[in-house]
């Protein structure tokens, strides 16, 4: 089956911009989790959606906002974009919520911001 | 926090020899999970093991958890080149449904 499915690969923004990324889940995966990985603070979670209600949520600040769709499609957006956005931005997959679920993660999403 | 920090950061070995990694953590957990990423790229699952659980096997892969030392480790024996990654613990809090990931351990596997 498909794996999970991130786009754009990679982008190019500058600062004050805002930019939207798309995960595609695992079918018949109905939570979607994204994280912001950067070579200084490692993976930082960011938030976690099942059945298109945000259930968890990292401490980003509120420019940091996702939504989940009824197809388990997953965005999530970032606005006022500042230089340390750039980072990898990794959307993974569970069958459910918890962390007895293992996570599928897709190839990520770099980003980055001049 | 409950973020595990994996120790060593930065390990290099021989193809062949056995690489130890161990992470810790700071709160109880239910479950305690290993992650490999190669460069840049997304992570990948292998292996999962329950707080009352003490060891589990997975091919070349053995993990321990100790839950009173809030530590596990993962060892990789019989290394190949292909191992060398980064690796990463996760862990969940008990109440908490997220997965909180460790800072990661670069592991380099030479030829």
New interface residues.
Partial sequence: KAG?TQTPRYLIKTRGQQVTLSCSPISGHRSV?W?QQTPG???Q?LF?YFSETQ??K?NFPGRFSGRQFSNSRSEMNVSTLELGDSA?Y?C?SSLA????N???????S?LTVL | SQQGEEDPQALSIQEGENATMNCSYKTSINNLQWYRQNSGRGLVHLILIRSNEREKHSGRLRVTLDTSKKSSSLLITASRAADTASYFCATDGRGSEKLVFGKGMKLTVNP
Avoid: C, D, I, M
């Avoid at chain 1, 919520?97 to 007895?100: D, T």
């Avoid at chain 1, 293992?102 to 990520?108: D, E, P």
């Fill in positions: 999970v989790s994280y603070q490692g993976l979670f976690e259930r968890n990292g990898l990794l993974a919520l918890g962390g007895a293992v996570l599928t993660f897709g190839a990520g770099r």
